[in-house]
């Protein structure tokens, strides 16, 4: 007779522990170590998904008698859903991430596993017609989200649960509600045959003509290919730093292809938003059917296929975003970590993973190297790098041997409002701009709205209004319990009404909303170029799945002659035919309020003015400024990285901000803002005796409370503490202590140990 451990994969924290079930004879050699079972659990003996981490002779259980044990009821899939490098991840992450490690297991299995050949889906629907619109008739709805899932359903008949939660935005909450409310119905069914192929259809690859050529590595290419084939079966890690088009993913491709020859296994993870189906399909043509490619677009079933080919060791290189880091992989020799900076490595959502940290744990449970990559690599990455923790690995030149850099100019918006330009497009921009259309080329605007509405500038001299003790922009804030309109400085919490804000630079005292939105812009450029198209993209043209692609292809097909865009337009993507780019308010992208601002602005700059002059022509980027002598603007028109590096290590050394401390956060959520007032009070002075307490040498320091920079989220109003502490482990530390110490139905808090990181 064997016994095995499990652990449940919905376990709560009194139930976050082994438990051991008998294996019944049916099953016996079929449970290892790694599968997944259901098992019956507590009084009512209710069956709980489980997973196996051991299994042993009955003979070796002591301490209780074996008669009594519970049977394991059934196995859910065949074969373990996990490999032992993977189980090796659950205990630390469990503590690092403090969640359960249900929560662990969860994020590691598909949630497909078990379920998978019985095509299954929600459907939700108006409960009544009458009943819907009356309620939308009333006014009484508050939430946006509500009114867009009735208004949605009415149009659109019975839709999948999934779909119209992403196309409206809503949360599972905000459904539950509805339902709670009995407007909508939500009913579960299997599917038939022509819906489950209705849904693989929309994820079938188009072929691409974009194959990429493979290229022998160039000198500098090379060298950074040794180092790390070098270091195989090492835990190291590399930093390899290389402008845009310095062949940084043919050093990937190669060092990927040799480990594959020697018979190991790579996770390579790009972006979720490089994973066009471009990409997909030339990594196809370049590794077949030993890729694996995880994309947003793929279905539960696909995922499931992808997923299992990589346990079986079909697949050996994973090509994905972020949860990719998790993948089974079966002998997992090296790790890829393209575009590093990005902030997509960083989940969201609880337990909220860098995947960065969890790399390294793989890198250290398989002894294999780590190459993380990008033309601006996070400041605490070359921090690492010029340490000589990392191994820096250069490229300093544009691979492909036509191809130059495109010229920049940065551009004086103070002089164009002068000169009756307006402040959105410069009379240089608006010049480049009529050549390109006369030679037929394309245009690409780029304009930043993060931190635009909500930061203040001087009408005068363009400056925004700054706190006087940390050096970054106060936000606008607008709430019901401060009298009138205050701003905010979200590092330290100090704040002033906004009529008493004055200009740092020349005194001014007159203020106006930073920046207009990317829907302003194009009607303006309608207006002053009525014969060419413009496209759009930003986030309220990118709602339903599908069209972010599908501008994309129209602009890269030469249905437009502009591309007007949010940051989404910047990162990697390539247009032979643009020769010019704009990126509009260039300074205010700087002007976020986190001390990372400047890191996110160097890294969107360089990223812009790259799209321009893919093709054979030179490019010409145009940086418009209002304040054109900020040495940022600088570094990034001559793609500088090191001195942005130098003057920004410099900053953080004085403020004591990463890599020089760690910083963390406590955000605490509630639906109501006296009731958030009251507890932000009680969490601050517990957390202001708990932290004196503490030994000197462990620097902890507490900022805030301070609201939120989104203060009001989804019907949730809140309120953020800072600590700076010298380590992160330390801030962790204090974050178990405020779980022990208050009940999270009452304080809902969530916790971040590398604020502003990824
Ligand atoms: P990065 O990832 O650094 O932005 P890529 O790897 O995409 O750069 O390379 C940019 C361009 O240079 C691509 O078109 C690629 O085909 C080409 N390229 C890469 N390596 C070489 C090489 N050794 N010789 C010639 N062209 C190259
Ligand atoms: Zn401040």
């Not at 196996?52 to 373990?80: E, H, M, N």
């Not at 509405?453 to 936000?475: D, F, H, I, K, Q």
């Not at 007159?510 to 413009?534: I, N, S």
């Amino acid at each position: 007779m064997n016994v095995c451990k499990v652990l449940l994969r919905e376990c709560v924290r009194q139930t976050d522990k082994a438990y051991t079930y008998m294996i019944p004879e049916d099953l016996e050699g079929k449970i290892t170590e790694g599968s997944y079972v259901k098992v019956p659990f507590g009084f009512g003996n209710r069956k709980q998904t489980a997973l196996v981490t051991a299994v042993s002779d009955s003979s070796r259980v002591t301490g209780f008698d074996i008669s009594k044990l519970k049977k394991v009821d059934s196995l859910l899939d065949l074969y373990p859903v996990m490999n032992k490098d993977q189980m090796a991840l659950i205990e630390p992450l469990r503590s690092r991430l403090l969640c359960t490690s249900g929560d662990v297991i969860s994020m590691m299995v598909p949630s497909a596993v078990g379920t998978v050949g019985k095509a299954k889906a929600s459907f939700v629907d108006v409960a009544s017609k009458e009943d819907a619109e009356a309620a939308l008739d009333s006014g009484k709805l508050r939430s946006m989200a509500h009114i867009s899932m009735l208004e949605y359903l009415l149009a659109n008949g019975p839709t999948e649960r999934k779909k119209l939660l992403s196309i409206t935005k809503a949360s599972d909450a905000q459904l539950r509600s509805l339902r709670e409310k009995e407007l909508i119905t939500v009913t579960t069914r299997l599917l038939s045959r022509e819906e489950v192929s209705a849904e693989e259809k929309i994820t079938e690859e188009e072929s691409s003509d974009s194959f990429r050529v493979i290229h022998d590595l160039n000198d500098e290419q090379q060298r950074a290919f040794n180092s790390v084939t070098e270091s195989l079966g090492k835990p190291e890690v590399f930093l390899l730093h290389g402008i845009t088009g310095s062949g940084k993913t043919e050093v990937y491709l190669k060092c990927a292809g040799e480990v594959i020859e020697r018979g190991g296994c790579v996770i390579y993870l790009v972006p979720e938003i490089s994973l066009t189906p471009q990409t997909v399909s030339w990594i196809r043509g370049r590794f077949g059917d030993t890729a694996a490619v995880m994309h947003s677009r793929l279905s539960d079933r696909q995922r499931y296929d992808e997923w299992d080919r990589i346990r079986r060791g079909d697949a050996r290189i994973v090509v994905g975003p972020r949860s990719s880091i998790f993948a089974p992989v079966k002998d997992l020799q090296l790790i890829i970590i393209d575009e590093e900076h990005d902030s997509s490595y960083k989940s969201e959502s609880f337990p909220k993973y860098s995947t960065r940290d969890i790399a390294f744990l793989r890198m250290r449970i398989n002894s294999c190297p780590l190459i993380l990559g990008s033309a601006t690599p996070l400041v605490s990455s070359y921090y690492s790098a010029a340490n000589g923790q990392y191994k820096l690995l250069k490229l300093n030149k544009r691979a492909a041997h036509d191809a130059v850099l495109p010229e920049v100019t940065i551009v004086d918006m103070k002089e164009q409002v002068k000169e009756g330009y307006g402040d959105l497009l410069s009379g240089p921009l608006r010049v480049a701009m009529a050549k390109a259309f006369s030679k037929d080329q394309q245009v690409m605007l780029f304009l930043n709205r993060r931190g635009y509405s909500r930061t203040l500038v001087c009408n005068t001299c363009g400056e925004p209004v700054y706190c006087p003790s940390c050096s970054v922009a106060m936000t606008l804030h607008n709430s019901t319990r401060i009298e009138g309109r205050r701003l905010i400085c979200h590092y330290c919490g100090f704040t002033i009404p906004c009529s008493e804000a004055s200009c740092r630079e020349c005194n001014g005292t007159k203020f106006k909303r930073a920046g207009v939105g990317t829907q302003q812009l194009e009607e303006m450029l309608k207006e002053l170029y009525p014969d060419r198209k413009v496209l759009r993209m930003d986030q309220d043209t990118t709602m339903l799945p599908g069209a972010h692609e599908s501008i994309l292809s129209a602009f890269r097909e030469h249905e437009a002659d502009i591309l007007v865009g949010t940051q989404m337009i910047a990162k990697g993507h390539d247009f032979p035919s643009v020769t010019v780019v704009g990126v509009l308010g260039a300074d205010l992208i700087a002007t976020s309020s986190d001390y990372k601002a400047s890191e996110r602005a160097f890294e969107l700059i360089t990223q812009a003015a790259g799209r321009a002059g893919r093709g054979r022509e030179r490019g010409q980027v145009y940086l418009q400024s209002l304040r054109p002598d900020n040495p940022l603007l600088m570094y990034a028109a001559k793609q500088d990285y090191d001195a942005f590096y130098e003057s920004e290590i410099k900053y953080r050394e004085v403020m004591c901000l990463p890599p020089f401390k760690a910083v963390g956060e406590i955000v605490l959520s509630l639906p109501d803002e006296d009731m958030l007032a009251t507890r932000t009070s009680d969490l601050g002075k517990y957390l202001k005796d708990f932290l004196s307490y503490q030994d000197k040498a462990l620097g902890f320091e507490l900022y805030g409370p301070v609201p939120a920079p989104i203060y009001e989220l989804r019907g949730r109003y809140r309120n953020v503490f800072m600590i700076k502490s010298s380590r992160r482990s330390y801030l962790n530390g204090v974050f178990r202590q405020v779980m022990e110490d208050f009940d999270p139905n009452i304080y809902p808090i969530s916790f971040d140990n590398d604020a502003g990181g990824s």
